[in-house]
T-cell receptor, first 109, second 114 residues
Framework: QKEVEQNSGPLSVPEGAIASLNCTYS??????FFWYRQYSGKSPELIMF????GDKEDGRFTAQLNKASQYVSLLIRDSQPSDSATYLC?????????FGTGTRLKVLA | EAQVTQNPRYLITVTGKKLTVTCSQN?????MSWYRQDPGLGLRQIYY???????DKGDVPEGYKVSRKEKRNFPLILESPSPNQTSLYFC?????????????FGPGTRLTVL
């Protein structure tokens, strides 16, 4: 079992819809959780991080964390074609970062 | 401009020929890290450094060495590269080793070992 699991996709959503990206992790010692976006051929860029149970909103993005279920998600409201990318979930454990394999999102115009 | 730079961006080499990929940041960051990215395996941490002269292994350190003699530089050394080290490599840095810091990634180095 991978320590951080994501569905590889592609997840296809129409423009203007809500995209929901999910991530599960296995180590309960994980301390903080990050969502990165990676366009094809580019380096990852941070979208947001979360470390407390509940929701955290930043513009069109909402991260949700449920430590009991070991689950973190990212919601993208009003999805745009420019949101088409691979979304990487990462967890921080001690001083290390563990990344999932990413979910490819396609927003259809 | 605040950035992480890597050199070279592309490298084709042969098995056993020692190479170094350089990484430099101009943000006075304490924490630096190296990753490799492979299809189906995602980003995997090779080594990290919490500060000058402090380095530790990530999840896939075999076949790699690092050093951190200066705060801004964190080179990745492959003493005897093998074909299974063909990959896309990213260097990243963050302010310090605190839990909530954003990592800033370099542009990547695509390495092919023949």
């Amino acid at each position: 079992q991978k320590e951080v699991e994501q569905n590889s996709g592609p997840l296809s959503v129409p423009e203007g819809a809500i995209a929901s990206l999910n991530c599960t992790y296995s180590d309960r010692g994980s301390q903080s959780f990050f969502w990165y976006r990676q366009y094809s051929g580019k380096s990852p860029e941070l979208i947001m991080f979360i470390y407390s149970n509940g929701d955290k909103e930043d513009g069109r993005f909402t991260a949700q964390l449920n430590k009991a279920s070991q689950y973190v998600s990212l919601l993208i409201r009003d999805s745009q074609p420019s949101d088409s990318a691979t979304y990487l979930c990462a967890v921080r454990r001690s001083y290390k970062y563990i990344f999932g394999t990413g979910t490819r999102l396609k927003v259809l115009a | 401009e605040a950035q992480v730079t890597q050199n070279p961006r592309y490298l084709i080499t042969v098995t056993g020929k020692k190479l170094t990929v350089t990484c430099s940041q101009n943000m006075n960051h304490e924490y630096m890290s190296w990753y490799r990215q492979d299809p189906g395996l995602g980003l995997r941490q090779i080594y990290y450094s919490m500060n000058v002269e402090v380095t530790d292994k990530g999840d896939v350190p075999e076949g790699y060495k690092v050093s951190r003699k200066e705060k801004r530089n964190f080179p990745l050394i492959l003493e005897s590269p093998s074909p299974n080290q063909t990959s896309l490599y990213f260097c990243a840095s963050s302010l310090n080793s605190g839990q909530y810091n954003e990592q800033f990634f370099g542009p990547g180095t695509r390495l092919t070992v023949l």
